[in-house]
């Protein structure tokens, strides 16, 4: 709750658009270690109602997986966010597959995230309710694992595919997009012009703000990033490298590479 209160204020203040997700079911406490039942009681009966009541958070998330929440017990805390408002995502099938996206696809969330070990059925699922998949390789990377999503069956099968970095301090230590964006073309095998779309307009749906940015079109706003590169395969090809030369936000110049605006 304290983090979703700093992000709140935080929105006030900062240029950049911040849209806050309740995740308190991410992990299970010490203290509730042996009583998970009563956590999961908590989030449904205290903490949702708060963070709705309060206008804290736009989305309700869930990690779920096999030994942290359930699929029952993630059906039942998600079914509580979508009635008191909130969007739904998901943390799914990332270290087994537990049928997260399959989940994801019946409570009809926007987006499900990792999904490294998604199933046909989930895959189909997801194809079909349109939910997103968040693709996040920098946390295979940074976790030295050997499997990664299945990007190119998600995207052969008609699920759209957003991009992002996964930023924490346990599993992806990095706010670099520009090397998400090599990892997706190296280990997801994913085409440039993809690798374009799931960093814009198909993050922009991940985040039901598909209306207002993720394209340069009449009526939205003018959030556009200056590249330094002759095309676009540049954009993945080089990695470790800034290759930003402006940032426009709203149509106001907020970084510039020969100096902050």
């Known amino acids: 709750i304290k983090q979703l209160e700093v992000i709140q204020m935080l929105s006030e203040n900062h240029a950049l658009d911040l849209i806050p997700t309740f995740l308190g079911a991410h992990e299970i406490p010490d203290e509730y270690r042996d009583d998970k039942d009563a956590y999961v009681e908590l989030i449904i009966n205290e903490m949702i109602p708060m963070v709705a009541e309060r206008n804290l958070a736009v989305f309700s998330d869930v990690f779920c997986e096999k030994g942290v929440f359930e699929l029952e017990e993630s059906e039942k805390i998600q079914m509580a966010a979508k009635e008191h408002g909130l969007e739904l995502k998901f943390h799914a099938d990332e270290i087994v597959n537990l049928g997260g996206a399959q989940l994801a696809a019946k409570l009809g969330a926007v987006s499900a995230d990792h999904l490294v070990y998604i199933s046909d059925e989930g895959i189909a699922a997801m194809a079909e309710a349109g939910t997103i998949a968040v693709m996040l390789p ?33 599993s992806s230590v990095t706010v670099s997009l520009q090397i998400i964006m090599t990892l997706a073309g190296n280990k997801l095998k994913m085409a440039t012009n ?12 991940a985040l039901k703000q598909e209306k207002n940015i993720g394209s340069i079109e009449p009526g939205k706003k003018a959030d556009i990033v200056v590249w330094r590169a002759s095309n676009i395969k540049q954009l993945p090809y080089f990695y470790a490298i800034n290759q930003v030369e402006k940032t426009i936000k709203n149509g106001r110049i907020v970084y510039d590479s020969q100096g902050t605006k």
Not at 143 to 153: G, H, T
Not at 158 to 169: E, K, Y
Not at 194 to 205: G, L, P, R, V, Y
């Open 138 to 170: 920098g946390t295979s990377f940074y976790l030295d694992l050997r499997d990664y999503a299945p990007a190119r069956r998600m995207i052969e099968a008609g699920v759209p595919l957003a991009l992002s970095t996964d930023f924490n301090p346990g």
């Open 194 to 205: 993809e690798i374009i779309n799931a960093i814009t307009i198909n993050s922009a749906c």
